[in-house]
């Protein structure tokens, strides 16, 4: 079990770590994590999961290789990390410098009923990304670990790394970016520079 | 030499290698795969290519994000997979069918022609309909031949009219496996 429950506010959280943001590209896993990520400011240089549970991580590990000259950040919450837990091996073997993955640890299955989750019941994320090869994987549990966290997500080597931050269990009000996937895509590419066609 | 597309040393009737440069006059520059002993010389080739990045994934739907993530980021990916691995993508699928995204996959059959064992027999039946109720156009691929045919239509109906589509490798090409050793 969890020493202690988590404090942060998820919110604050995400705002304190996309603070700054430079060139970071960012991909938000389904759930909350898409919502913290919106309410910290909305950017096309953001790319919200509303399904693909599971595929943050290789959505962000896919991007990464195709963008090595620019940092890319998933962030996205226990749950959906626990259902993706091979692509941790997957992104480790691959060894992308450029790619960090930040985990809003509450626990819990915050979307559908505060359940419990393997976190809750003791599994370590950071242990298995530390298991799995990643070059760093840090506990982070209050916002001065966050803000000093932070320049790491530009980091074009060193990757990939993963950053656990501990938040607190508690629901808070949805914000809710925009859902239709065609025009995520669309503007996702041309802030890169890709045309629509 | 990093691009073996450009190679010399090829023999004909190298269906694999036909796949191989059809894929990368198609511009895919990402390559992923969970293992299957009918796609092992093309995943060889793609490892030997300096310019092809090749990702070996825990389980298939892996590769249909991270096929999404390539796109993002103005790459064009290929996973390659064998038929029992078509069941573990169904909900990762609809990623693709939700943001209109390019996607093109090459699935090596089991359980359809001469098949040794029995487990592989109700995946290989389901694999069309698995992918076509997802809304994936699945081709079929039966003389080696037509490979280079098959998958240059098929990369251009993925990358040029973002479509998602599998070519299905059948069995019957592939040869039978051999389940003990020869005398």
Same mark, same amino acid.
């Given at each position: 079990m969890h020493g202690h429950p988590g404090t942060l506010d998820r919110r604050e959280a995400v705002k304190t770590l996309l603070e =700054?943001?430079?060139d970071l590209l960012v991909v938000s896993g389904l759930g909350s994590s898409s919502y913290d990520v919106f309410a910290a400011g909305e950017h096309p240089g953001n790319f919200y999961l509303w399904?693909?549970?599971?595929g943050a991580v290789m959505v962000g590990l896919g991007l990464a290789l195709a963008q090595p000259k620019r940092p890319v950040v998933v962030i996205t919450g226990d749950g959906e990390m626990l259902m993706g837990i091979g692509s941790l091996l997957t992104a480790a073997a691959k060894q992308p410098g450029n790619l960090s993955i930040v985990v809003l640890d509450n626990g819990h299955f915050g979307e559908t009923g505060m359940q419990m989750s393997h976190c809750g019941l003791g599994a370590r994320l950071d242990a298995i990304a530390a298991g799995a090869g990643f070059a760093s994987a840090t506990k982070i549990s209050d916002l001065t670990g966050v803000a000093d966290f932070?320049?790491?997500?530009?980091?074009? =080597?060193?990757?990939p790394r993963l950053a656990l931050i501990r938040i607190a269990a508690v629901d808070v009000p949805r914000a809710l970016p925009p859902r239709d996937g065609v025009f995520l895509k669309n503007r996702f590419r041309e802030h890169l520079g890709f045309a629509v066609t | 030499m990093d691009d073996l597309a450009t190679s010399n040393s090829v023999t004909a009737g190298d269906w694999p290698h036909d796949i191989y440069r059809t894929l990368k006059a198609a511009g895919v520059s990402q390559v992923c795969y969970v293992p299957d002993a009918g796609h092992s010389r093309l995943i060889q080739l793609a490892h030997a290519d300096g310019a092809l990045q090749t990702t070996v994934l825990t389980t298939e739907e892996e590769g249909i994000a991270l096929s999404a993530g390539a796109w993002l980021g103005g790459d064009r990916a290929v996973l390659l997979m064998q038929s029992?691995?078509?069941? +573990?993508?169904v909900n990762m699928l609809s990623l693709l069918a939700s943001c209109r995204l390019p996607f093109l996959t090459l699935v090596t059959m089991r359980? /359809?022609?001469? /098949?040794? +064992? $029995?487990?592989?027999?109700p995946m290989g039946k389901a694999t069309r309909q698995a992918l076509e109720i997802m809304g994936v156009t699945v081709f079929r691929l /039966?003389? $080696? /031949?037509?490979a280079e045919e098959v998958v240059s239509a098929a990369s251009a109906l993925a990358f040029e009219s973002d479509q998602q589509i599998a070519v299905l490798i059948s069995q019957r090409m592939l040869g039978r496996k051999k389940w003990t050793e020869e005398k």
């Open positions: =700054d943001r430079g399904g693909a549970m599971g932070r320049p790491q997500l530009q980091w074009l =080597d060193g990757g | 029992s691995g078509v069941g +573990n993508c359980g /359809e022609w001469a /098949e040794f +064992n $029995p487990w592989q027999i /039966e003389q $080696p /031949e037509d």
